[in-house]
């Protein structure tokens, strides 16, 4: 073993038997209690969603961010072209450090994009975004060259999904190390894990480029409880708590603490597939429309979800890529879904099991039991099973759901901002399809290589207006996600990957007599 991995594994025991660091004298402490921590700690390649990425965007930087409207917003890069088709290159920002003093440059990113497209990294869920890209080469010490085997003209945004590691410290001191002390460029980096993964405590990185305005140290603390996370602020045990419903958005008013409602731009949906052996119902979208025409989405995004989401009209929000404001939510309308089912021959109904998994909200469970309730009603046999996330994957990425006929599923355009993703996995381009329409995927594939951004805009609502029309899902509302916190916490943003810690402020500017 050499002496420098012997430093770091030393370091790294060191860390792992409650050695921390210290933060400066009369540092703010933010405490943080959310549903849980990045199950693979420090590797920031396993996911691409909440609450992962949330740690992880104050530990690394991605080349570009995104916010919930518009493109892509400079990162560590901070500006890019498209000289040709296949290329694009990159900018990197000058006088960036890692977080033990080495220099970014361009080399270094090309690195990263080795390890990923290497044939190690080829297990991690991000490298999935990077599959078209055929090779990097740094120019010069501040511009990368990206080369793609097609062209693509939301590269900049899916290169959000990729955080930036040290290169150096991923090869020589190995993965697992690495995820136990992880070396980024983010605002924040990793003082200590707690043990079994059930907190982490964040230190300030004064390098970096991404100023922090008051929080020095940021405690995070695993509750997966929903209600203990609430007690949990309640009880001054966390200043902020995330993961929340909105039915505790009352509750959180109620005792004194400020709720900060984010809508998203996910869609809650129950996709209806059309691919499978034999005959049955969903194959005919005269019964897919029919289904979407039972289910009374305004009681749904006004009653059961408070009013702090809308119904949706198809698989985006505006503001996307993709979006078509020419369509319109389907609408309540039982004896029009009676009439096609009848046309389609089902007047006497059939039977439908429906699987889902409560991914953002416990209102979930009651949003599914009011789709069977309604389905029901006009003459559906609807069974509806809430099933653990992690058999959820499975069967969604094997789309081996056994007996079931449905199941709940996100458009979650969230990774990209683009409606581009949903558009692929409600397609024949899925391997092993749920929903395949091939005059659908030929205009995907189209899409996916126009650079023209105006004209692949409105291929992009045609496409959509196509699948309003063949209802490949029952669309029901965005989503929202709440966040409870103190009230003199100021200036709170939430991005898609989560809150944006380092802006933070404490309304009165006192110091945190925690930290005394």
């Known amino acids: 073993m050499t002496p420098h991995k012997l430093m770091r594994l030393s370091a790294v025991l060191a860390l792992l038997i409650g050695g921390t660091l210290s933060p400066p004298a009369g540092a703010t402490t933010l405490r943080v209690a959310a549903g849980g921590l990045p199950p693979s700690l420090g590797n920031p390649f396993t996911a691409q969603a909440l609450p992962a990425t949330e740690l992880w965007i104050s530990i690394?930087?991605?080349?570009?961010?995104?916010?919930?409207?518009?493109?892509?917003?400079?990162?560590?890069?901070?500006?890019?072209?498209?000289?040709?088709?296949t290329t694009w290159r990159f900018v990197i920002r000058d006088n960036v450090s890692f977080h033990n003093g080495r220099t970014l440059t361009a080399s270094t990113v090309a690195d990263v994009f080795d390890i990923l497209l290497g044939e190690s990294g080829q297990r991690y869920l991000v490298t999935r975004e990077l599959e078209n890209i055929a090779g990097t080469v740094a120019l010069d010490s501040s511009t990368i060259e990206v080369t793609l085997r097609?062209?693509?003209a939301i590269l900049p945004n899916r290169l959000s999904t990729m955080m930036i590691v040290d290169p150096q410290v991923w090869v020589e001191d190995g993965v697992d190390a690495f995820t136990i002390s992880p070396v980024g460029t983010g605002p924040y980096r990793l003082a200590k894990w707690g043990p079994g993964n059930t907190s982490a405590t964040l230190t300030a990185f004064t390098g970096s480029w991404r100023t922090i305005s008051t929080f020095d140290?940021?405690?995070?603390?695993?509750?997966?409880?929903?209600?203990?996370?609430?007690?949990?602020?309640?009880?001054?045990?966390?200043?902020?708590?995330?993961g929340l419903s909105q039915e505790d958005v009352s509750s959180l008013e109620a005792n004194g603490y400020a709720a900060h409602v984010t809508p998203t731009t996910q869609i809650k949906s129950i996709a209806l597939p059309n691919v499978r052996d034999g005959d049955h119902p969903l194959k005919d979208e005269r019964v897919r429309r029919a289904l979407n025409?039972?289910?009374?989405?305004?009681?749904?995004?006004?009653?059961?979800?408070?009013?702090?989401?809308?119904?949706a009209s198809q698989g985006a929000v505006e503001g996307i890529a993709g979006f078509n404001p020419d369509l319109e939510p389907y609408p309540y309308d039982p004896a029009r879904a009676r009439a096609l089912l009848a046309e389609a021959g089902y007047a006497g109904g059939f039977k439908l099991d429906i699987e889902f998994t409560a991914a953002l909200t416990p209102l979930d469970v009651v949003v599914f039991q009011k789709v069977a309730q309604d389905l029901n009603s006009v003459g559906v046999d609807t069974s509806v099973r809430m099933i653990p996330f992690a058999d959820y994957i499975r069967k969604y990425s094997n789309n081996d759901w056994g007996n079931v006929d449905a199941f709940g599923l996100l458009w979650n355009v969230a990774s990209f901002q683009d409606a581009i993703r949903p558009f692929e996995y409600f397609s024949c381009l899925r391997v092993n399809p749920f929903f395949c329409d091939e005059g659908v995927a030929a205009d995907v594939s189209a899409v996916r290589t126009m650079p023209d951004p105006l004209q692949r805009a409105a291929k992009m609502r045609d496409i959509m207006a196509r699948l309003h029309a063949l209802a490949p899902a029952i669309w029901l509302t965005n989503s929202a996600y709440v966040t409870g916190a103190r009230q003199e916490i100021q200036n709170f943003d939430m991005i898609p990957t989560g809150i944006v810690f380092e802006g933070l402020t404490l309304a009165d500017e006192r110091r945190d007599p925690r930290s005394q």
Do not use: C, H, M
């Open 60 to 85: 690394f930087d991605g080349l570009t961010r995104l916010d919930w409207r518009g493109g892509p917003q400079p990162g560590l890069a901070t500006s890019w072209s498209n000289p040709t088709p």
């Open 150 to 152: 097609e062209p693509d």
């Open 217 to 242: 140290t940021i405690e995070y603390l695993a509750v997966q409880d929903k209600t203990s996370r609430l007690q949990a602020l309640f009880g001054d045990s966390a200043d902020i708590v995330t």
């Open 293 to 311: 025409l039972a289910v009374d989405k305004d009681a749904i995004a006004n009653v059961i979800l408070g009013g702090r989401v809308n119904v």
